[in-house]
């Protein structure tokens, strides 16, 4: 299958700064990602579907200031957690499908942990 | 909203046994459904597919039934093994220009030797 990956797997910050994620396709072009949020024993939660070389879209309830989304190429899309809060430290998980339509690839997902 | 949803939260099988992991949808407009394997601290890995014009695929040891009467999803794993042992969910695709995916609220699998 196709190869998502995500970076850093980790990471530890303190309250107020921001942090951000990459996403990347390494063998496939992808004018869709999206990014998910996981608390520990739940399921994925959608946060926002990123697009290539437009404006992501946000699902309700999810901060777009808050959690910045830019898809600036066809294998990249990062998300930045702003003035990060212990309240955002979650698991962050993207995905890209090889085409609309089929199964989506998931990165290794993203371990926030805001002290 | 609507959502995708689980009838059972955990599942402990004997390795060796079969394995069926129910998911219940509410979307009827639906039309495109996937299983995922999660292990702990990972991404969800895919592991089987299944559109709304099929009721039954066939994997590597797995199977996965669609009823549309229903709106239920099972997922059969023929000849569980301790690497199976993993939270699986249901994903549903409702259509729509994005094809986002919604998903269930996930079974943890035992398999124990």
């Known amino acids: 299958g196709a190869v998502v990956s995500q970076h850093p797997s980790r990471v530890i910050c303190k309250s107020g700064t921001s942090v951000k994620i990459e996403c990347r396709s390494l063998?496939?072009?992808?004018?869709?990602m999206f990014w998910y949020r996981q608390f520990p024993k739940q399921s994925l939660m959608l946060m926002a579907t990123?697009?290539?070389?437009?404006?992501?879209?946000?699902e309700q309830g999810v901060e777009k200031d808050k959690f910045l989304i830019n898809h600036a190429s066809l294998t990249l899309s990062t998300l930045t957690v702003t003035s990060a809060h212990p309240e955002d430290s979650s698991f962050y998980i993207c995905?890209?499908?090889?085409?609309?339509?089929?199964?989506?690839?998931f990165g290794q997902g993203t371990r926030l942990t805001v002290v | 909203g609507e959502s995708v949803g689980l009838h059972l939260p955990t599942l402990s099988v004997q390795e060796g046994d079969n394995s069926i992991i129910n998911c219940a949808y509410s979307?009827?407009?639906?039309?495109?459904f996937i299983w995922y394997k999660q292990e702990s601290g990972k991404g969800p890995q895919f592991i089987i597919d299944?559109?709304?014009?099929?009721d039954k695929r066939q994997g590597q040891r797995v199977t996965v039934l669609l009823n549309k009467t229903v709106k239920h999803l099972s997922l059969q794993i023929a000849a569980t093994q301790p690497g199976d042992s993993a939270v699986y969910f249901c994903a549903e695709n409702s259509g729509g220009s994005n094809y986002k995916l919604t998903f269930g609220k996930g079974t943890l699998l035992t398999v124990n030797p």
């Open positions: 299944i559109r709304s014009n099929m």
């Open positions: 995905s890209a499908p090889l085409k609309l339509g089929t199964e989506a690839f």
């Open positions: 063998d496939f072009q992808a004018t869709t």
């Open positions: 979307n009827s407009a639906s039309d495109y």
């Open positions: 990123s697009n290539e070389g437009s404006k992501a879209t946000y």
